[in-house]
């Protein structure tokens, strides 16, 4: 009989991970990791598989952003933790809180280069693509070791940490008792809360009260604060116009007056106070420069990290803590020194939007019928879907079909939309998709292009093995941003794909269902059938190969050489 007092680092690392309420893993095993996995089910985790590492760490890192809880994602050696690299990397750019656990060589073997199996020194490599990395060599230090983990990944600015776990050491055995014994322990107050000073707060109130132009701009750190009733407030009281970033869609209901999402150009290169809340100045926001920026705008800053303020921009006010104690201490502020937005401001950008809505829609209503189906025909019907189902999320990327489709699905509800984030990353849709049907239990669209699908097709076997009422929609192009590039007569242009690729077969391979469109008409008829099924599924929809633009909204980024030399 077991001595049930001996515990492997394996069952001391189980202990951890449940004792701070964290149930879901997602991952690749292999050596040395397999027996784990399997433990931990046994053990009552949820364990979920994935065909390549980079969509599983991406999958737990979505799982961060939506629960507030650290996601825990799981990794074999070397290959398998290069592979998962790039998201742990970009869940720290985007502030998403992550465990990236994976196994490997034992470190007098790496460190005398004695050649060990899938060798690599992956606790170093790990440490510049993470808040913090941290090493496991003995199995009577792994509650110690995950406490750490927690309390990194959620402190102060959320993000992506590293736990390398030598094999030996999932396999050692100690002798245990208890809890207490063994170092397991939750973690207490992982992320403080902390309130910026009066003195801060009366210096932002005025600034802003001498606003005649107002901007609020929200980003996702709001939406993974939780922030959205003291955001809905903050604009109630003070009827300043907001503009929210792509994953800050929702906050505040797109449908909200107040909303300057149509009218972005005017809004900030007028604005002469802006409030950063959760929202950096960085390459999605032109560095608040001009001419995108009011060259004299001001700028309130709320922010958790220090040193992001006066990063691009001088802070004419900075309000360090977390949103909600900051929130907390301005609204009222605010509300006491009664400032009102100007109404000639809310009624020039009310104006802007209705004049930018009235040609929007013109392009909508026009692509229904376009001879050269495209975007707009095949956008309209998820508009017109989540505008009836708002508790529905949304996971998109890609160039063009981000791009539009950003503009034109309305947000209800906050954290509905996730998508490519701080980086841009492609290859991040079906792990994003996978992990919030999972955290949620609600019908997920994961829009897609043609380019992006290609990255992390193969998960649709995931989603299909763990019946996620996952719907993806392809919109193909053939190629990537269009499939009409070909400069050389007989090669294909390095941005040709298939223009005739039938995606939709992949669901069918793993029993989920496949519908093809290639018009407006059918896509209202069978996007709507699909996403209502809650069954895996993909819609591959065929759209003429000249529709997109280089580079979607962002081409100015991409050099243009003499191609005529």
């Known amino acids: 009989m077991a001595n049930e007092s001996m515990k492997t680092g394996a069952d001391l690392l189980i202990d951890a991970l449940q004792k701070n309420g964290l ?32 969509a599983a760490v991406d999958a737990a890192a979505a799982a961060g952003y939506l629960t507030q ?21 970009q869940a720290t750019k985007n502030c998403f809180p992550l465990i990236m656990i994976s196994g490997s060589s034992e470190r007098h073997i790496i460190d005398l280069d004695q050649g060990d199996y899938e060798g690599l020194d992956q606790y170093n490599v790990a440490k510049p693509f993470c808040k913090a ?11 110690l070791a995950v406490a750490r983990a927690v309390r990194t990944a959620l402190s102060g600015r959320p993000g992506g ?14 002798e245990v008792t208890d809890d207490s014994d063994a170092g397991i322990y939750e973690v207490v107050d992982p992320a403080p809360k902390q309130a910026p000073s009066d003195e801060a707060i009366n210096r932002a109130v005025e600034v802003i009260k001498g606003a005649k132009k107002p901007l609020i701009i929200l980003g996702k750190g709001a939406a993974y604060a939780q922030s959205e009733k003291l955001v809905q407030k903050l604009v109630a009281e003070t009827d300043i116009p907001f503009l929210p970033m792509s994953m800050a869609k929702g906050l505040i209901s797109d449908e909200d007056d107040h909303s300057a ?112 189906f495209g975007y707009y025909g095949t956008l309209a019907p998820i508009k017109e879907y989540f505008l009836k ?61 043609d380019s992006a699908f290609g990255f992390d097709g193969m998960e649709m076997e995931t989603i299909c093995r763990y019946h ?69 599924s993909i819609i591959n929809v065929q759209i003429d190969p000249s529709m997109g633009k280089e580079s979607g909204h962002i081409g100015n980024l991409n050099p243009k050489l003499d191609l005529k030399k």
């Open 23 to 54: 149930q879901n893993i997602y991952g690749v095993v292999g050596i040395p990791v397999t027996d784990f996995a399997r433990l931990a089910q046994l053990r009552g985790m949820k364990y979920f598989g994935f065909r390549r590492e980079d």
């Open 69 to 89: 809880k650290p996601g825990v994602a799981l990794t074999v050696s070397a290959p398998g933790f290069l592979n998962g690299l790039t998201a742990l990397a």
């Open 133 to 143: 990395a941290y090493r496991v060599d003995r199995a009577q230090d792994m509650g």
């Open 161 to 174: 940490v590293y736990l390398d776990l030598p094999a030996n050491t999932i396999g050692q055995q100690i």
């Open 261 to 372: 999402a149509a009218a972005r150009s005017l809004s900030l290169s007028e604005a002469d106070v802006v409030i950063l809340i959760g929202a950096r100045l960085n390459w999605m926001l032109s560095h608040g420069a001009a001419p995108t920026f009011n060259p004299d705008a001001k700028f309130v800053q709320l922010e958790i990290e220090a040193t992001e303020f006066d990063s691009n921009q001088k802070i004419a006010a900075p309000l360090q803590g977390d949103l909600n104690s900051i929130l907390t201490k301005l609204v009222p502020a605010l509300k006491k020194a009664d400032y009102h937005a100007p109404t000639d401001w809310l009624a020039a950008i009310k104006a802007k939007t209705a004049e930018n809505a009235a040609k929007f829609a013109k392009r909508i209503e026009a692509g229904k019928t376009n001879a050269k």
């Open 389 to 449: 189902h708002p508790d529905t999320y949304l996971v998109s990327e890609g160039a063009n079909t981000l791009d539009i489709g950003r503009n034109m699905v309305d947000m209800k509800l906050p954290r509905h939309r996730l998508d490519t984030g701080t980086w841009g990353v492609m290859g991040v849709g079906l792990g994003y998709a996978i992990a919030t049907a999972v955290e949620t239990g609600q019908p997920v669209v994961a829009l897609e292009g």
């Open 468 to 536: 996620l009422p996952i719907t993806v929609v392809v919109v193909n192009n053939g190629g990537i941003y269009n499939g009409t590039d070909r400069e050389v007569a007989d090669q294909p242009g390095p941005t040709m794909l298939d223009a005739q690729a039938r995606y939709e077969y992949i669901a069918k391979a793993f029993g989920g269902d496949s519908y093809f469109v290639s018009s407006y008409k059918e896509m209202k008829i069978i996007f709507e059938k699909a996403v209502a099924s809650k069954r895996p």
